[in-house]
Nanobody, 123 residues
Framework: QVQLVESGGGSVQAGGSLRLSCAAS????????LGWFRQAPGKEREGVAT???????NYADSVKGRFTISKDNAKNTLYLEMNSLKPEDTAMYYC?????????????????WGQGTQVTVSS
């Protein structure tokens, strides 16, 4: 059974930093995509960043240059380093995983999700 557990959320002031972690268990696929998504109150969920098992990454334009997605295969953990945080980054952040056939995380139907961790950025 696949489980994804996020941690690392919290409250920070604008300009601050946070690092989110997502511990994965039971996910044994060799070709996969991992992603971070977020949802603010009253808004649709949006993709933040993705990383393929091969290592290629993609970012939403709103976070490029500020956020970095990475993974530690030995620890089965996904990370999201968030710097220069803005109030508009306030949201519940979720990690997600999916087995894929392709070598790019494009139009992926993520079928495994964590419970989310709250990030609040004050001005």
């Amino acid at each position: 059974q696949v489980q994804l557990v996020e941690s690392g959320g919290g409250s920070v002031q604008a300009g601050g930093s946070l690092r989110l972690s997502c511990a994965a268990s039971g996910f044994t696929y060799s070709n996969y995509c991992l992603g971070w998504f977020r949802q603010a109150p009253g808004k649709e969920r949006e993709g933040v960043a993705t990383i393929h098992s091969y290592g290629s990454t993609n970012y939403a334009d709103s976070v490029k240059g500020r956020f970095t997605i990475s993974k530690d295969n030995a620890k089965n953990t996904l990370y999201l380093e968030m710097n220069s945080l803005k109030p508009e980054d306030t949201a519940m952040y979720y990690c997600a995983a999916a087995w894929v056939r392709s070598n790019a995380c494009v139009r992926v139907d993520y079928n495994y999700w964590g419970q989310g961790t709250q990030v609040t950025v004050s001005s």
